[in-house]
């Protein structure tokens, strides 16, 4: 049967749904040694003693002087983008509260716990940076870079000064989009061990092998003496793609105590300490025709990049991600953007489902609202008035993304239906629509066509064993999103097999070839299943002539189905590819006429551009006394060109797009006059439950993309792109008779009631 497409339960849900996963925090070797860090109360500060005497009486206690090693820095190679080092241990000073100062390492957790309170740290508090927008005014966070704006950059295409002369209305919007964190059911950890000068890391990451290079970087290991293992993630949304300085304290900190040292983060941590994402201020201004065509587009994106330019994609992931793909899915022709990154005492920011496209989006789309109520226009008919169509593909943006294929006005229509856009409503009811583009399955293409340096390619491997199965081995593990199964139905599309014969072998730098950037960016169908693809279709070239000889058949004459290779017409004439399989292995005869029956078979994929789109509409109920939002009614239309799995897709779709309605409404981090983190918990920090949220009701297009394996496009990220806009306009479109503009998020009641 046809296994692409299939609506296949998921191949790892048993094993997870009975407890049998397998965590860093269920992992253990003996005579481990548990750690607990230090972390800075301040949010800057330079640290004038730390004295862990008393501690040492009950544990082993770490600083930066007893771990000497190099710096973590980013990797991006941009032009007039500033480095900003960062230790493991902060040495000298602090620039975030929660930042480590020290790591105790013990024999449990607890006695950890208990013995760093009894370090004594000595600091010297700092003005804290908390504005972005007044951060080159502050006293750099890094006296060498002598400024806290690490970027600064205008681009400019096709002629926007000229558009905006002749535009016929010309709207501007301001918008500051709300400091994310991504919340993982599972925290970050990892578990070190050093053997014979090699080390090897069990860590709850997204990319093992970015991480071995990055602990190789630190650590002065070779890398080829480094061994990541990612055992089953709990979540990761972005937050696990980078390498953190707490792994490289723990794996030094290994080495130097001679004991495996275990860390597991808890939740205050992972508020204070790990990456944020998300925090934009973005000034807007569209140039409309007469008849409502868009001309051209001005932004100036500011994005604040937390208190390092954070190694896993620098400062610029947020702001230049944003600018590069602001006229989204309209005819844009005209386009500039100034793009700008500062530094301040926030925990660094790091990439989280959605990126930069978030916040841009979001502006954007809350722009051509108030434009199309200026005008007297129906918003969804301005909307597709704008839109690429269908016989304009492959259509080429005015700063150079080819989009594949799209249905950008189909997906539009198909969500005012199912939303009841047209329909009548009450008071204070109002519905929001927004259309999306999202760049899918990065290769050096997709980087390119972003105008961003991104290493994005993998290499993959399968081979067929003696007893018939397949085994898959790719360096991209799942961190909840279905993989074992998705790319488990590629391959057995190809192959002729069932999927529950193939094993994905995942998350292991010694027993995976290398994946350049691990799961990140809405690539993993793309790239690895593409590259899987590939691979499968040179393993049934193998197969079939190994069956060829042992039918005495012609390769071109055989047909591959359910497990089994038969001769067309002559259905009689039939051997299981378990059969060839043990041929192929033991029986010497073969190699006279295959000298190499060898059923493995490898590629290197590096794919052209995709671009998946779609469109998020929802309809709310304020009550303006209260401030109270009630969610009544989300539709997401998702079109990532050839479904794999209905089921995976769905379930991606759904869980992105409460993660919207989440940061539209309920999330933000917040800071404090005095820089202290105020959201140290899930009870500051609200999170989207079952009860707050009706059904989302998904439909799909499909519009197969011509330029990857089996037409096959991401799509993981577009929930978290396109619902913040659709909720937020649906609030003001259920204010608009008050005059209330949404001016940044969340819209909690309290920013709601004064409405």
């Known amino acids: 049967m046809p296994w692409i497409g299939a609506r296949l339960e998921r191949l790892e849900d048993e094993r997870l749904l009975t407890g049998r996963g397998r965590y860093v925090a269920d992992l253990g070797l003996p005579h481990m040694l548990h750690a607990c860090f230090v972390r800075s109360p301040h949010p800057n500060a330079v640290i004038r003693r730390i004295d862990g005497d008393q501690a040492r009486r009950v544990a082993t206690v770490f600083t930066a002087a007893d771990l000497p090693h190099s710096p973590l820095l980013d990797s991006v190679q941009m032009d007039g983008l500033a480095k900003t080092p ?42 804290p940076v908390m504005d972005a927008e007044r951060a080159e005014e502050a006293d750099p966070l890094h006296p060498e870079l002598g400024t806290n704006v690490v970027y600064r950059r205008s681009f400019a295409w096709g002629d926007p000064d000229a558009a905006f002369a002749e535009a016929a209305h010309v709207f501007r919007s301001r918008y500051h989009g709300n400091r994310f964190v991504a919340v993982p059911i599972e ?45 089953d993630v709990g979540g990761g949304f972005g937050q696990k793609i980078p390498a953190h300085p ?88 005209h386009y500039a953007c100034e793009i700008v990154a500062a530094l301040t005492t926030k925990s660094p920011v790091a990439p989280y489902r959605g990126i930069g496209w978030t916040a ?17 226009r129906d918003r969804a008919d301005l909307r597709r008035q704008n839109l690429v169509e269908a016989d304009e593909f492959p259509y080429v943006s005015c700063n150079g993304m080819v989009f594949d294929s799209g249905s950008f006005r189909e997906s539009l229509d198909k969500a005012l239906e199912l939303s009841g856009y047209h329909e009548p409503r009450g008071p204070f009811v109002g519905v929001g629509v927004s259309p999306y583009v999202e760049p899918t399955g990065w290769g050096s293409e997709g980087g390119f066509q972003s105008n961003w340096s991104f290493a994005s390619y ?8 003696p007893s018939g199965e397949v085994t898959a081995a790719v360096g991209s593990p799942s961190q909840g999103q279905g993989h074992e199964t998705t790319l488990a139905q590629v391959v057995a599309e190809e192959l002729g097999v069932r999927p529950q014969d193939v094993s994905v072998i995942a998350g292991d730098t010694s027993a995976t070839p290398v994946s350049t950037s691990g799961t990140r960016a809405s690539r993993t169908a793309v790239v690895t299943g593409g590259g899987l693809l590939l691979a499968a279709r040179d393993l049934r070239e193998k197969l079939l002539r190994i069956a060829g000889l042992v039918l005495e058949a012609a390769a071109d004459d055989l047909e591959i189905e359910d497990g089994e290779i038969s001769v067309r017409g002559s259905p009689d004439r039939r051997v299981t590819v378990r059969e060839v399989a043990a041929r192929a292995y033991f029986d010497p005869g073969l190699r006279a006429a295959e000298p190499e029956p060898d ?21 709310v109920e304020v009550d303006p006394e209260t401030g109270a939002v009630a969610v009544r009614k989300l539709v997401a ?31 933000g981090i917040r800071y404090g006059a005095d820089g202290r983190l105020q959201t140290h918990s899930l009870l500051a920090y609200k999170l989207p439950k079952a009860a707050d949220l009706p059904p989302v009701e998904i439909a799909h297009c499909v519009s197969p993309s011509p330029w990857t394996p089996g037409g096959i496009k991401g799509m993981g990220e577009s929930g978290v792109i396109a619902t913040p806009a659709a909720v937020a306009c649906a609030v003001e479109d259920a204010l608009a008779s008050l005059g209330f503009e949404v001016e940044r998020l969340p819209l909690t009641p309290e920013t709601l009631a004064v409405a």
């Open 86 to 127: 960062q230790p493991a241990l902060a040495a000298g000073r602090v620039r975030f509260e929660g930042e480590p100062v020290a790591i105790v390492l013990a024999g449990s957790r607890y006695l950890a716990e208990d013995a760093a309170e009894l370090v004594e740290v000595e600091y010297g508090p700092l003005p």
């Open 246 to 333: 707490e792994d490289v304290a723990v794996a030094l900190a290994a080495r130097a105590a001679g004991r495996p040292v275990k860390w597991i983060e808890d939740r205050r941590e992972n508020f204070a300490a790990a990456p944020h994402a998300k925090e934009q201020i973005i000034e807007l201004e569209l140039a409309v025709a007469a008849d409502g065509t868009f001309l051209a587009l001005r932004a100036r994106v500011l994005g604040d990049a937390g208190a390092y330019s954070f190694n896993a994609a620098s400062a610029l992931i947020e702001p230049y991600l944003s600018a590069q793909l602001m006229p989204g899915p309209y005819r844009i022709r």
């Open 458 to 465: 993998d290499a993959v491997r399968l081979s067929i064993e």
């Open 637 to 667: 239309v998702e079109d990532c060109g050839t479904i794999v799995n209905p089921l995976v897709v769905d379930g991606q779709i759904a869980g992105a797009v409460a993660q919207g309605v989440g940061g539209a409404l309920l999330e």
């Open 599 to 619: 059923l493995t078979a490898g590629r290197f994929h590096d794919p052209k551009a995709t671009y998946s789109n779609g469109c998020v509409a929802c309809v």
């Open 360 to 376: 841009g989006h979001t502006a954007r789309e809350l722009l051509i609202d108030r434009a199309a109520r200026a005008l007297g």
């Open 187 to 231: 925290t970050r950890g990892c578990l070190a061990d050093w053997s014979g000068g090699r080390l090897t890391v069990w860590s709850a990451t997204q990319g093992p092998h970015l991480l071995r290079r990055r602990l190789a970087s630190t650590t002065g290991t070779p890398e080829g003496h480094i061994r990541v293992i990612a055992p």
